[in-house]
């Protein structure tokens, strides 16, 4: 074998171990044994001269870095970074994340608890089932609401009043009352 087959097999090969190391779970021994062959390759080619195992310290330094952005570039396409890693959201999934920006044409609007608002709970605007927070305490359901303001995605609701029920109420009551009549 000629003078350089050692160190750079050595070299390759604590370089192909070293990629393995981000594939394979092994706990830092794969790494280990990548690091130890990548040195006994810089002792073997100092072993033949100085300049060629300062060649091989240069080829250390810019082949690891690079050896391992490659590995960490294609690790999530192997079958284990599938399993391991979370899969991006859908666009639909971002939207409904983002729904405040859904929601601000609601404010001013007048709906209905569907649930009691004990701080939240169900409300209906428009035939939209939707979370409510109410502004003021307890809110039964039923109760007409108006969308005051949205804050952290969820609708911020208070207390509406009905004007043809403030307009019942406000009219006399045409029969008299039993002492009235004495």
Same mark, same amino acid.
């Given at each position: ?37 990548? =040195?006994?390759?810089?002792?073997? =080619? ?12 240069? =080829? ?80 039964? =359901? ?41």
């Amino acid at each position: 074998m000629s003078t350089l087959a050692w160190p750079l097999l050595l070299l390759a090969f604590g370089l192909i171990l070293l990629i393995a190391e981000i594939f394979i779970p092994s706990g830092g021994i794969i790494g280990l044994l990548a690091l130890c062959c990548m =040195a006994l390759s810089l002792w073997r =080619a100092f072993e033949q001269s100085t300049d060629l195992g300062l060649l091989f310290l240069l =080829a250390d330094f810019l082949l690891m870095p690079m050896a391992v952005v490659l590995g960490v570039y294609l690790w999530p396409r192997t079958p284990l970074a599938k399993r391991v890693l979370l899969k991006p959201p859908a666009p639909e999934e971002i939207e409904a994340s983002h729904s405040s920006q859904r929601l601000d044409h609601l404010i001013g609007q007048l709906g209905r608890a569907l649930t009691p608002l004990r701080l939240s709970g169900m409300v209906d605007f428009d035939g939209r089932r939707l979370d409510g927070m109410s502004e003021e305490g307890l809110i039964p =359901a039923g109760a007409l609401i108006r969308a005051v303001r949205v804050r952290g995605g969820q609708l911020i609701v208070r207390t509406a009043h009905d004007p043809t029920l403030e307009e019942a109420l406000a009219r006399p009551d045409p029969t008299p009352e039993p002492a009235d009549l004495c």
